[in-house]
């Protein structure tokens, strides 16, 4: 693996005009790109992170039944909440919240499932208010629990990240895969060639591109593939444009608007569950991120950045949010584009937080049709798989040990894909941490790296390569 350039000492780091060399001694996580490369790279994570974001507000406003208005409202909150929580997150407080990588923040539908249960357990005009009571004191564990994370990186050698980068990737890819077929499921429509078509275009046009392009344009693949895919679904009748018509022009989010919290226990230790899914799940993002970028991880870094989730899940609920983690579909885009600059995530996050206080704005994004977006993430998160497979070939899989801790841990982690309803008789804690590929390859990674490589004396090779740093 290349070795990091050294950040400068003093003064600004920014890529000159175009024509003339980079700075020699700064990282490109620090670079600040001029704009002409900023805003489309920024446009790539809005347009790869936008159906992400609006799914779990518009499925949960659904399930408690919100009128449109109100449903509006949830989605404009969410996508200001993830703004501010990116901005947080990229930019940071020194010493305090941040991890300053090109790392996206927002609500996570890992905890949609937990979340309507909580909904289904109550009536009318109280489901929100405990959900949001819930969501609160999750967010407080996780700044309690946070710190801990920070000192068990040792335990996450490349051995252990390499299996959780890409389970990150392979766990991730019914979403574009459901995208592809058109989004609804639950439409009778869900699956037409015509949705499947259009795809396959939108993932050949990115391959075009990637191709044959060079450069800033090899680039911004991605961009142009659903660029293109747009208008070229817009003769079929695929793009919706009824999103302009009825969204406000401005919907700046009212405290409490959906009610004061209650606070149940029940539905507290579900959440509280769920936030520590929710973070292994983003510290492995940050590892993810930090192996793309040549930046190590450490762990004052992840403490920084779990910081940031629970702050972020716990201030959320106050407007509308909900909690709060990483968003890996965005570690694709890093990968993919090789654009490492965590100014670009920053103007990503502004501009979430234009579209959540001007809805006119985010519609005008939500244009994009499903498919389209099905065949970039294909792309993306196939790329996130990739980087994975590449931290686990320098992770000494020439040892039989690694191999059978690799081979078991990408087992239990593909389970929950295979066969959705494996866990179905488990009780609902277990399901919460073990129906998530992503926490359970981590568990079992992170336990045989412990059986293998830490309980009691071992010397030799082996062990010095599982537990090697990249």
């Not at 400068?8 to 020699?24: H, I, L, M, Y």
């Not at 946070?146 to 890409?166: D, K, M, N």
Request: glycine fraction near 12%; charged fraction near 10%.
């Amino acid at each position: 693996m290349a070795q990091p350039a050294k950040r400068p000492a003093k003064g600004p780091c920014t890529t000159p005009p175009d024509g003339q060399d980079a700075q020699p001694d700064c990282h490109p996580v620090d670079e600040k790109l001029q704009p002409s490369r900023l805003v489309p790279a920024a446009l790539q994570h809005i347009a790869a992170m936008y159906a992400g974001v609006v799914t779990p507000p518009l499925i949960i406003g659904q399930a408690v039944g919100l009128d449109p208005a109100a449903q509006t409202r949830l989605i404009a909150a969410g996508l200001l909440l993830a703004g501010l929580a990116t901005l947080l997150q990229t930019l940071g407080v020194k010493g305090f919240a941040g991890n300053r990588l090109p790392f996206v923040n927002a609500a996570s539908s890992a905890g949609i499932a937990p979340i309507l249960a909580i909904a289904e357990s109550n009536g009318k005009g109280d489901q929100l208010p405990a959900i949001y009571g819930a969501v609160m004191v999750a967010g407080v564990f996780c700044l309690a629990v946070g710190p801990f994370f920070g000192r068990l990186l040792r335990f996450f050698p490349p051995l252990v990240t390499g299996v959780v980068i890409t389970l990150i990737g392979v766990t991730l890819m019914p979403v574009p895969i459901g995208w592809a077929q058109g989004g609804d499921e639950t439409s009778p429509h869900h699956g037409d060639m015509k949705f499947l078509a259009l795809a396959a275009f939108t993932l050949v046009v990115i391959l075009l591109f990637q191709r044959f392009g060079r450069g800033f344009v090899k680039q911004i693949a991605l961009l142009m593939g659903l660029f293109i895919g747009t208008l070229a679904a817009i003769p079929f009748g695929l793009a919706d444009f009824s999103s302009l018509s009825t969204a406000p022009v401005a919907a700046l989010p009212t405290p409490f608007d959906f009610g004061a919290p209650t606070f149940q226990p029940a539905a507290i230790l579900s959440l509280c569950i769920v936030m520590l899914v929710l973070m292994t799940e983003s510290s492995a993002g940050m590892i993810a991120v930090g192996e793309i970028c040549d930046r190590k991880t450490d762990g004052k870094t992840i403490t920084r950045g779990l910081r940031t989730d629970g702050l972020a899940t716990l201030i959320g609920p106050v407007f509308g949010g909900f909690p709060t983690s990483a968003f890996a579909q965005n570690v694709g885009v890093v990968s993919l584009t090789r654009v490492r600059s965590r100014y670009v995530v920053a103007v990503a996050g502004a501009t979430l937080v234009v579209l959540g206080a001007f809805p006119v704005l985010g519609a005008v994004v939500s244009l994009v049709p499903m498919p389209v977006l099905g065949g970039a993430g294909i792309v993306l998160f196939g790329s996130i798989a990739v980087s994975g497979i590449r931290t686990l070939s320098e992770a000494g899989l020439d040892d039989s040990s690694n191999i059978i801790l690799v081979a078991i841990s990408l087992g239990a982690g593909i389970i929950p894909l295979a066969a959705p309803t494996f866990y179905a008789d488990f009780p609902a804690w277990a399901q919460t941490v073990l129906g998530s590929g992503i926490s359970a390859g981590a568990l079992v990674a992170v336990s045989l790296n412990l059986f293998f490589h830490h309980l009691g004396t071992r010397s030799g090779v082996t062990a010095a390569a599982a537990l090697k740093s990249p």
